[in-house]
């Protein structure tokens, strides 16, 4: 025999016993995973919610066509989602109820009378008429037909000092003022006697300047370069170029002397006066066209002669000196000659005189030939050239 040691093979590893320690690892891998992905899915969901919520993007076609239909929790908190603990409900409104114009109390001559009480009266430049109601230190005030009177302070009350306002206003005179300043906050316009004096002042003197007119002034001052003077308020200037006797202008303060006007200017306020032009403006006053009158030539030009009619000068021009033919002027006056004319052409405002001698000629040269005899009959040859002058305008006419 052997012994006792065991010859037989041994049994071969059975396989369900390997099999199920397998499963069992399997199984809580599985559950692990599980357990993870929760975690995963539920820690993206937190953060989902504690992120800002974002402006709500526009729905994005699929591939398949359709549209990704917007979450609508989708950047909520859970105070959003919760809301507020008491929140009161907000009251029922009252639909409001239909009116018709007819509902309303409307009387159309009531809403026209409030319209022309508070209509303002007294536009800036608009001239009216008021009473004088009450005196102030400062200046008076003017009942102009306002919801409040119009205030005209002291200096504005006329041209010159005024010293005594009561006097010079008395209550309940009429008085017309322009309006210089628009109604202030408490309805309150400005008002001036003086302003519209000064308006009324230049529209005259414009007028007078207009005419041409001649006007006397009183000389009140004087300084370096002329005078001073007063013309229906204004105070007007005499440059001494202007003057008659302009070396010595100091000696006509206190004098009235006749003056023309050089300028009239309002907005610059500038009244410019000549004692001059006045002078040429009343000799022009005594001629006509077609008078006769005699001078001195004072000079010769080449397109004619300067004739000095006494303080004013007359041009002569080539053209009427003769109807002949000359080779220069001296052939028929000279420098310092007497000379008669007859005027054709008066020009106040420019201070030109036009004359003409070829009108004294019987044939045309006759100055070239004989001037003396042509000057001594002067006062007959003009009557005929009138004569001639009047009928041919009426033949034209």
């Known amino acids: 025999m052997s012994g006792s040691r065991s010859d037989s093979p041994k049994k071969p590893f059975a396989a369900g016993s390997l099999q199920k320690p ?35 993007q526009p729905n994005v076609p699929t591939a398949a066509g359709g549209m990704d239909a917007p979450d609508p929790l989708e950047g909520l908190s859970m105070d959003d989602l919760l809301g507020p603990a008491d929140q009161a409900k907000p009251a029922p409104k009252t639909p409001a109820a239909n009116r018709v114009v007819d509902d309303f109390d409307f009387d159309e001559e009531a809403f026209l009378a ?5 209509e303002p009266i007294g536009a800036t430049g608009d001239v009216v008429t008021g009473k004088v109601i009450e005196h102030e230190s400062d200046g008076i005030y003017v009942d102009i037909g306002g919801k409040a009177p119009g205030f005209m302070p002291k200096n504005e009350c006329g041209l010159g000092v005024i010293t005594d306002l009561k006097n010079r206003f008395p209550k309940g005179l009429e008085v017309q003022v322009l309006v210089t300043r628009e109604q202030n906050a408490d309805g309150m316009v400005t008002v001036s006697c003086r302003a519209l004096a000064l308006r009324q002042a230049w529209d005259k003197v414009r007028q007078l300047e207009k005419e041409g007119k001649v006007v006397q002034v009183k000389i009140t001052g004087f300084n370096r370069g002329g005078c001073t003077c007063d013309l229906e308020g204004l105070r007007g200037f005499i440059p001494r170029s202007q003057l008659n006797e302009g070396e010595n202008h100091e000696a006509l303060v206190g004098k009235t002397v006749g003056v023309a006007f050089l300028e009239v ?3 610059t306020r500038k009244l410019v006066l000549s004692e001059k032009k006045a002078a040429m403006a009343a000799f022009f006053a005594d001629l006509e066209v077609g008078q006769l009158v005699s001078g001195l030539i004072t000079s010769v030009k080449p397109y004619g002669f300067f004739v000095d009619l006494g303080g004013v000068s007359g041009l002569l021009h080539h053209s009427c000196i003769t109807g002949g033919t ?7 006056f000279n420098s310092g000659d007497n000379v008669q004319a007859m005027i054709t052409e008066l020009d106040p405002g420019r201070g030109r005189i036009g004359l003409n001698t070829a009108l004294l000629e019987n044939q045309p040269g006759e100055l070239l030939i004989d001037k003396e005899a042509v000057m001594a009959q002067a006062k007959d040859r003009a009557n005929r050239a009138r004569n001639m002058l009047r009928t041919q305008e009426q033949g034209a006419g």
């Open 22 to 56: 397998l499963a069992i690892l399997a199984i809580n891998k599985k559950e692990e995973e599980e357990k993870r992905r929760k975690e995963a899915e539920a820690a993206a969901a937190k953060a989902k919610l504690e992120q800002p919520q974002q402006p709500q």
């Open 114 to 118: 409030a319209l022309d009480e508070n």
């Open 265 to 267: 200017n309002p907005d």
């Open 326 to 332: 000359m080779r220069e002027l001296r052939e028929v």
